[in-house]
């Protein structure tokens, strides 16, 4: 495997300088983040952003996430239009040098928790999601201020956003995926560029709006869509595992097996109850994923993609973007480096 870190480009308080002192750390996981969602991100601008993380003695072959725009989830008339972007977008990154792209088909809202900065018992700070506490937002009462969510829109935006998606069922969703993959896989084959879905992050329909990419099934309808490894999966232990009903262990088996894991998060989760977790430091016994038996997975199929560590918690006083501290993220990852050697040897 190769060991990554998300970084959110010049304004990351996280410098690549940081990331780099890491050990065993390849290569950073970024994105262009100042053009606009359905734009084609033009070759001179992606390479530059990897001319930089090179100078900086790291690699940049994950890109997360080339967002989907809603006209497409939505299968409005100009998806066609947004379609060919996202086709040269693709063309771009593999020009680049690019081998992974990481994106995901959640409807208007991408992962969601109740707070961002809940006090641990040890002093530390983490990503919650509480189910009585989402239960009783309201997105369209103008006053939803969902932690980590795009302020950009407006409360006009989101209620025509909410009523655009009365039509759209889960059934209308996979229709409207299916559409969007059966033209994009096949140039992301032609650019080697391997396609990497995120599964929904709870993986739970919320606020009404549908949800299709949340559990052994939908992942099996999902890599039916196009049989092609191109057409593969952002294994995310922290977004499956928070359900009981997802065992990731089994579905890292399954899918490596498979050769349809692109790309992987490893993180932890602690389950409350169903429908309510905390995130955990990325040792097992600090909350409910068995870190170990999703590496033994992937290392008992010789697995050669790209792993990350996903959401930290914040510790020793550190500020920054929730969940994507330095410190938290950067023990994580020694943890699965060591798991991964003592598997090794
Ligand atoms: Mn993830």
């Given at each position: 495997?190769?060991?990554?870190?998300r970084?959110?480009?010049?304004?990351?308080?996280?410098?690549?300088e940081?990331?780099?002192q890491?050990?065993?750390?390849t290569?950073?996981?970024?994105?262009?983040?100042?053009i606009?969602?359905?734009?084609?991100?033009?070759?001179?601008?992606?390479?530059?952003?990897?001319?930089?993380?090179?100078?900086?003695g790291?690699?940049?072959?994950?890109?997360?996430?080339?967002?989907?725009?809603?006209?497409?989830?939505?299968?409005?008339p100009e998806?066609?239009?947004?379609?060919?972007?996202?086709k040269?977008t693709?063309?771009?990154?593999?020009?680049?040098?690019?081998?992974?792209?990481?994106?995901?088909?959640?409807?208007?809202?991408?992962?969601t928790?109740?707070?961002?900065?809940?006090?641990?018992?040890?002093?530390?700070?983490?990503?919650?999601?509480?189910?009585?506490?989402?239960?009783k937002?309201?997105?369209?009462?103008?006053?939803l201020?969902?932690p980590?969510?795009?302020e950009s829109?407006?409360?006009?935006?989101?209620?025509?956003?909410?009523?655009?998606?009365?039509?759209?069922?889960e059934?209308?969703?996979?229709?409207?995926?299916?559409?969007?993959?059966?033209?994009?896989?096949?140039?992301?084959?032609?650019?080697?560029?391997?396609m990497?879905?995120?599964?929904?992050?709870p993986?739970?329909?919320?606020?009404?709006?549908?949800?299709?990419i949340t559990?052994?099934?939908?992942?099996?309808r999902l890599?039916n869509?196009y049989?092609?490894?191109?057409n593969?999966?952002?294994?995310?232990?922290?977004?499956l595992?928070?359900?009981?009903?997802?065992?990731?262990?089994?579905?890292?088996?399954?899918?490596?097996?498979?050769?349809?894991?692109?790309?992987?998060?490893?993180?932890?989760?602690?389950?409350?109850?169903?429908?309510?977790?905390?995130?955990?430091?990325?040792?097992?016994?600090?909350?409910?994923?068995?870190?170990?038996?999703?590496?033994?997975?992937?290392?008992k199929?010789?697995?050669?993609g790209?792993v990350?560590?996903?959401h930290?918690?914040?510790?020793?006083?550190e500020?920054?973007?929730?969940?994507?501290?330095?410190?938290?993220?950067?023990l994580?990852?020694?943890?699965?480096?060591?798991i991964?050697d003592?598997?090794?040897?």
């Amino acid at each position: 495997m190769k060991l990554t870190f998300r970084w959110y480009g010049e304004d990351d308080p996280v410098k690549l300088e940081n990331i780099r002192q890491i050990p065993g750390m390849t290569g950073v996981v970024s994105a262009i983040y100042d053009i606009p969602v359905g734009e084609t991100w033009p070759l001179d601008k992606i390479i530059a952003l990897k001319e930089n993380v090179n100078s900086k003695g790291l690699e940049l072959e994950v890109i997360e996430s080339v967002p989907v725009p809603e006209a497409i989830k939505l299968g409005l008339p100009e998806r066609d239009d947004l379609i060919e972007n996202y086709k040269a977008t693709i063309r771009h990154l593999g020009q680049a040098g690019v081998k992974v792209v990481c994106y995901n088909f959640m409807p208007v809202f991408d992962w969601t928790r109740s707070h961002l900065e809940h006090e641990l018992e040890d002093g530390s700070n983490t990503l919650v999601y509480y189910k009585n506490q989402v239960d009783k937002m309201d997105p369209l009462s103008g006053e939803l201020s969902l932690p980590g969510w795009d302020e950009s829109y407006s409360k006009d935006d989101i209620k025509s956003l909410f009523d655009a998606y009365k039509s759209v069922d889960e059934e209308k969703l996979w229709e409207n995926l299916t559409y969007f993959l059966k033209t994009i896989i096949p140039v992301a084959e032609e650019a080697g560029v391997k396609m990497a879905i995120h599964p929904d992050d709870p993986p739970w329909s919320i606020f009404g709006l549908p949800r299709i990419i949340t559990s052994e099934a939908s992942l099996d309808r999902l890599i039916n869509i196009y049989d092609s490894e191109y057409n593969g999966i952002t294994l995310c232990t922290g977004s499956l595992g928070c359900s009981t009903k997802n065992d990731v262990v089994a579905l890292t088996e399954k899918y490596a097996a498979m050769n349809r894991i692109n790309f992987m998060h490893i993180r932890n989760v602690k389950i409350i109850e169903e429908g309510t977790f905390e995130e955990a430091a990325h040792m097992a016994s600090m909350g409910s994923i068995n870190v170990p038996g999703v590496l033994k997975a992937l290392h008992k199929h010789n697995f050669k993609g790209y792993v990350r560590p996903d959401h930290g918690r914040m510790i020793w006083g550190e500020t920054g973007k929730p969940g994507y501290g330095l410190y938290d993220r950067a023990l994580g990852s020694q943890y699965i480096l060591g798991i991964w050697d003592s598997i090794n040897n």
